[in-house]
């Protein structure tokens, strides 16, 4: 089937203005994850969502970012008054965990640019 | 915490040579290891995952990496790498919350 998609795949955008990203994970996978990734650095975890639990917000780095998932499929991230320093690339993934197996699947992300 | 080190940043390596692409990781649960590769612009990609039985696991491509309970390592090998082979690897562990824990990344150069 289908991979995970996020969209859009380059954002460009002003200091200041709200952005959203969004992710279709595949379709079945009861987990989702955001992931930040800056130019030359490795992977920064930002938010965790499992079924229907209340998700992991213990990586999102500001008051400025939050996310949510509709009806347990579809997640979206925002980011509000954007700054220069979050440019980067957002990364989704998901998973089945469990029976389904722990490895997660990752979508081509989303290449934020905030000027 | 759960962590993982890469201690390479980068390793340049001709090609048809062997290379090695180290990883440590620390953990007090049940270990589940990744490899996974991000090839230029393009995204993560999953190379190979230990999750229990033999600690020898292999790739389609030719990579191999080997558990190491007691030296709490994930290295990454292969015999003979090609041009193609050019990419960041990263390592990674899963923690008893079913997140990754990510190393930093190794950036594998080839020369020709």
């Known amino acids: 089937g289908a991979g995970v998609s996020q969209s859009p795949s380059n954002k460009v955008t002003e200091k200041g203005k709200d952005v959203e990203l969004r992710c279709d994970p595949i379709?079945?996978?009861?987990?989702l994850y955001w992931y930040r990734q800056s130019l030359g650095q490795g992977l920064e975890f930002l938010i965790y969502f499992q079924g229907n639990s209340a998700p992991d917000k213990s990586g999102l780095p500001s008051d400025r970012f939050s996310a949510e998932r509709t009806g347990g499929s579809v997640s979206t991230l925002t980011i509000q008054r954007t700054q220069q320093e979050d440019s980067a690339v957002y990364l989704c993934?998901?998973?089945?965990?469990?029976?389904?197996?722990?490895?997660?699947?990752f979508g081509p992300g989303t290449r934020l640019t905030v000027l | 915490a759960q962590s993982v080190t890469q201690l390479d940043s980068q390793v340049p390596v001709f090609e048809e040579a062997p290379v090695e692409l180290r990883c440590n990781y620390s953990s007090s649960v049940s270990v589940y290891l990744f490899w996974y590769v991000q090839y230029p612009n393009q995204g993560l990609q999953l190379l190979l995952k230990?999750?229990?039985?033999s600690t020898l696991v292999e790739s389609i491509n030719g990579f191999e990496a080997e558990f190491n309970k007691s030296q709490t390592s994930f290295h990454l090998r292969k015999p003979s790498v090609h041009i193609s082979d050019t990419a960041e690897y990263f390592c990674?562990?899963?923690?008893?919350?079913?997140?990754?824990?990510w190393g930093a990344g190794t950036k594998l150069i080839i020369k020709p």
């Open positions: 230990y999750l229990s039985g």
């Open positions: 379709s079945g996978h009861t987990a």
């Open positions: 990674a562990v899963l923690d008893s919350n079913y997140q990754l824990i």
């Open positions: 993934a998901s998973s089945l965990q469990l029976a389904g197996g722990p490895e997660q699947f």
